[in-house]
């Protein structure tokens, strides 16, 4: 387990826009958007265990956007995986645990050029709102695995933002996540495989 945490703060190390810096994974970040700093430790984070702990199956959860309640609502995480094979078994195992997902669109071929820039590999926010930011975030973290969207690995993402605060009490978070990744485990990895 890696906790990959930000605090959205002023201060005299904080980033600016228009800032680049490169990333653990060697891309270079053109921050176009202050919010958006919690995708640049996670995308450090998923290329740390990637690269240097060598993972092959790379769970990222994470209150990632507030698009997540306008994409899947207040009940689902949104979900998208590089294994199509994964995907059911990430919804059933929310249904059994109670921390429900809904999958989002994964399509990085089409949506990781929203965070195009004329200065940097990419941008940490999107061009377009408009265009399933949710997804769009998550390509953003899949661009930093070890081989990108080529990973070879089993990489799953899910963003929780609106279930981890607004399920059961609004003023405090609620657990969201550890019974589904109990189950996700528990009942659909192979051991003998190492994979799903």
């Known amino acids: 387990c890696l906790l990959c945490l ?3 703060s002023v201060g005299p190390a904080a ?3 228009d800032d680049i810096i490169i990333a653990y994974s060697g891309l270079s970040v053109e921050i176009n958007n202050t919010d958006a700093e919690g995708r640049l430790v996670l995308g450090d984070g998923v290329h740390y265990a990637t690269k240097d702990l060598k993972a092959d199956i790379c769970l990222d959860m994470c209150t990632l956007t507030g698009a997540q309640a306008i994409t899947t609502g207040k009940i689902h995480a949104g979900c998208l ?3 199509p094979e994964c995907e059911p078994k990430l919804i059933q195992a929310g249904k059994d645990s109670g921390d429900h997902c809904h999958p989002m669109i994964y399509a990085p071929e089409l949506l990781i050029s929203e965070f195009d820039g004329p200065c940097s590999d990419m941008k940490n926010s999107v061009a377009n709102r408009g265009n399933a930011q949710c997804s769009c975030a998550g390509h953003f973290i899949e661009a930093h695995l070890l081989g990108g969207s080529d990973y070879k690995g ?8 609106a279930p981890v605060s607004s399920m059961y009490d609004k003023e405090r978070s609620n657990g969201f996540g550890v019974s589904l990744m109990q189950k996700l485990f528990r009942e659909y990895f192979d051991e003998d495989k190492n994979c799903f």
Request: no cysteine.
């Open 81 to 83: 995986t590089n294994r």
């Open 6 to 8: 930000a605090e959205n």
């Open 15 to 17: 980033t600016r826009p």
């Open 154 to 161: 089993t990489w799953i993402h899910v963003d929780m933002a």
